[in-house]
Nanobody
Framework: QVQLVESGGGLVQAGGSLRLSCAASGRTVSRYGMGWFRQAPGKEREFVAAISWIARTNYADSVKGRFTVSRDNAKNTVYLQMNSLKPEDTAVYYC????????????????????WGQGTQVTVSC
């Protein structure tokens, strides 16, 4: 079993930055694909970013150029650096782990992920 704990959320003004962390425990996730998703009130959960074993990345169009996903396998941790934040980025952000990924897999589909964190709230004010 893998446990994932997100941190780093909070309240920020539009144009600001936040860095989310996702710490994994229970197993090393160095050979897992890792993803970030978000869910705003009244909306479906949506893909944000993903990273493969060898740090191949995949981004939603809405965050491309503003968000950067990275991983530190030595720390068993994945990060999401969020810059130029907009009010529409307000959501609960979830980290997820895909144990069946290959070297280059960075899945966009939530159903491909077996393990999920509890989420961290990000609120961007105007």
């Amino acid at each position: 079993q893998v446990q994932l704990v997100e941190s780093g959320g909070g309240l920020v003004q539009a144009g600001g930055s936040l860095r989310l962390s996702c710490a994994a425990s229970g197993r090393t996730v160095s050979r897992y694909g890792m993803g970030w998703f978000r869910q705003a009130p009244g909306k479906e959960r949506e893909f944000v970013a993903a990273i493969s074993w060898i740090a191949r990345t995949n981004y939603a169009d809405s965050v491309k150029g503003r968000f950067t996903v990275s991983r530190d396998n030595a720390k068993n941790t994945v990060y999401l650096q969020m810059n130029s934040l907009k009010p529409e980025d307000t959501a609960v952000y979830y980290c997820a782990a895909d144990p069946r990924s290959s070297l280059t897999t960075a899945q966009r589909m939530a159903g491909e992920y077996d393990y999920w964190g509890q989420g961290t709230q990000v609120t961007v004010s105007c």
